[in-house]
């Protein structure tokens, strides 16, 4: 289908949606946020319990954003304006909106360094040293704008372009060939020395490990990987057609999105042992791994350099441009939230709005670029807190305000045998009490250990 200014756009196929979802799943939340975590956190145990956050919070929550979004066909702030009355339904799209802007924000910063390491790579191949030590300096101001400004170039250019034509066809291409990448690069990791040190830490749980920390951690880790909380695939399922199978497309996206973190983790942990047994430090004093905001950006190039020459190089760029590809995937489904909601509430064109829009976000990450220590700040304010409070604002009002029998009414458009299992029972318990009551237990314990 042609998309006119006005018009809103439609996913292309069942596949396509599918793909452009994961893509927006998949990212540096995946790649970069979850091996750190899983090394901060005391490896598999972590994994344990964020396997869980994901099933038991993430998939009935994607479900519903899915639901919402097909139902009204609008943005966030206008679906929810559609589904209730008075002033607070939009407010928890406005919420969305605004987590949107904030983590696009400093996204693109760390999406910027994934991007100066590709050529980092290079410039080390060709010994020009000044330059690899500039494009990989991550607190370089300067340089991490000049990156933040590219990689905005690059998603305004995709969201213009729209939902089939832009977002449906770059994620088409881009998901499988970063599998494949991912997958021969742990095939090469495991025959280096230190690589089952590492799977050791990394698939064998220390139960010990598990506290309320943890649990906080992992739930908001579950909420930014899987993209949920602030209307990202609210939106992508209003582009949705009618025949598509919600409940599959979020089970499939779930999966890929786990399954890719697994992989990355599958790289990365064992890979940072590799680089132990090469002479780096990956440890502090304590025993504990050596897990800061940096460490895919520290651990991995010295290993890539310890590989030499132009191995090195190769498995060195591929895995930079691999993660620019997939974080490439995610600005785009950020982006096109604020957007979205400007299109279709303002009624502005997809172009000046994805301009607007992208312009604003951009000035706010050039500050970040100058003080990257604002990250670690954000990230806590908007994806640990606000994606889970989004969450929960959404699944307390689809269940009491919305009511589970409209959204299943939704669902069962292209679910066939939806009357036949026990899906509805299910997620009715888990969107109604299961879900708000965990994620409202996590974030108020997590609130009363700050204060006290
Ligand atoms: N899920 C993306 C990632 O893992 C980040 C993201 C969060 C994208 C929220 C959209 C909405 O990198």
């Known amino acids: ?21 994961a893509g927006s799943a998949v990212g540096l939340g995946n790649i970069w946020g979850f091996p750190t975590q899983v090394a901060d956190n005391g490896g598999a145990s972590f994994i344990l319990i964020y396997v869980i956050c994901c099933l038991i919070v993430g998939l009935p ?7 919402i979004g097909r139902h009204t066909r609008r943005n966030p702030v206008g679906a929810f304006k559609k589904l209730g009355n008075g002033w607070f339904p939009p407010l928890i799209g406005l919420w969305g909106v605004m987590c949107g802007v904030m983590i696009l924000s400093f996204y693109l910063v760390i999406a910027g360094w994934t991007v100066g390491y590709i050529f980092e790579e290079i410039f080390y191949y060709l010994g020009i ?22 990689f905005m170039i690059a998603t305004v250019g995709i969201i ?5 034509n832009g977002i449906e066809r770059a994620t088409k291409t881009l998901m499988p060939i970063l599998i494949l990448v991912l997958i021969i690069m742990i095939g090469y990791v495991f025959t280096l020395q230190g690589s089952m040190e590492g799977l050791r830490m990394y698939l064998l749980p220390d139960l010990t490990a598990i506290n309320t920390d943890l649990v906080f951690s992992a739930l908001g880790q579950a909420f930014f990987s899987l993209s949920l909380g602030m209307g990202a695939l609210l939106t992508y399922g209003s582009y ?12 499939y996206v779930t999966i890929a999105d786990m399954g890719i973190a697994f992989l990355a983790g599958l790289l990365i942990i064992p890979a940072m042992f590799v680089a132990q047994h090469a002479g780096i430090t990956i440890m502090d004093e304590d025993g504990n791994l050596f897990a800061s905001t940096t460490l895919v ?6 290993l890539f350099k310890s590989m030499g020459g132009f191995f090195g190089l190769i498995f060195g760029s591929s895995f ?5 590809m997939a974080a490439l995937t995610s600005t785009i489904s950020l982006l096109e939230v604020p957007v979205s909601y400007i299109i279709d509430e303002h009624k502005i064109a997809r172009k000046k709005a994805a301009m607007i829009v992208g312009g604003l976000v951009l000035a706010i990450s050039l500050i970040i670029s100058f003080n990257i220590g604002l990250i670690d700040l954000l990230a806590t304010i908007f994806n640990n807190v606000g994606l889970p409070l ?29 009357d036949h299992g026990y899906f509805q029972n299910v997620w009715t318990l888990f969107i109604k009490y299961i879900c708000p009551v965990l994620i409202a237990l996590v974030l108020i314990t997590t609130l009363y250990n700050l204060v006290s």
């Open 320 to 324: 930079f441009i691999l993660l620019s």
């Open 390 to 418: 989004g969450g929960l604002m959404l699944s307390l009002f689809l269940a009491w305000f919305w009511k589970t029998e409209n959204a299943i009414e939704e669902i069962r458009s292209g679910y066939e045998n939806l």
């Open 1 to 21: 289908m042609s998309e006119t200014k006005t018009e809103r756009g439609n996913w292309n196929s069942k596949l396509g949606f599918v793909l452009a979802a």
């Open 297 to 302: 950006f520290d651990v991995l190039p010295n």
């Open 61 to 67: 929550v994607m479900i519903a954003e899915f639901a």
């Open 160 to 164: 213009t372009g729209g939902v089939s």
């Open 129 to 150: 040293v000044a330059a690899s030590e500039w494009v990989s300096d991550l607190e370089n101001g300067i340089k991490n704008a000049f990156f933040a400004i590219l």
């Open 240 to 251: 949705l057609k009618k025949n598509q199978n919600i409940v599959e497309s979020a089970t």
